[in-house]
């Protein structure tokens, strides 16, 4: 990476307990060479929202495996904004319906990855966001 250190946060709203893809992703992220913050699970929207401003995240990674991404992402993303650091990019992961994407765009989401996608493909989106 050329230029500043970007600062990722990767967070697991709501119940979802499952936190695997997560963590691989995070460490993705540590070996790339971005600074990294891991909430773990269990999160609440204002804790996610609360955390990403005190540690100045530059990309907040949110994980969902329970379906609730519908409400759980866009939360994160108002209190963002709320508490004026709509700023942060947010990108959504998990298992989401292709059909759910557009909503999330609507909502704020800037980019979506599913199980599978590959780390080069999320490495690319960051260069094309000029992030």
């Not at 250190?5 to 992220?29: N, Q, T, Y």
């Not at 060479?33 to 990309?59: K, M, R, S, W, Y």
């Not at 709320?82 to 959504?92: F, N």
């Not at 909503?103 to 490495?123: E, H």
Request: hydrophobic fraction near 45%; aromatic fraction near 10%.
């Amino acid at each position: 990476m050329i230029g500043k250190r970007l600062r990722v946060m990767i967070a697991k709203p709501g119940l979802d307990g499952h936190d695997r893809g997560a963590r691989v992703i995070a460490r993705s992220f540590r070996d790339a060479g971005f600074e990294v913050f891991f909430t773990g699970c269990h999160q609440t929207p204002e804790q996610i929202a609360n955390a990403a401003i005190q540690e100045d995240i530059d990309l907040l990674g949110l994980s969902c495996l329970s379906g609730a991404h519908r409400y759980l992402f866009p939360a994160v993303i108002n209190l963002l904004r709320e508490k004026g650091a709509g700023d942060i990019e947010v990108i959504g992961g998990g298992i989401i319906s292709e059909r759910d994407f557009q909503y999330l765009f609507n909502n704020g989401i800037k980019a979506v990855f599913t199980p599978g996608t590959s780390f080069t493909s999320v490495l690319a989106w960051i260069d094309k966001s000029g992030l």
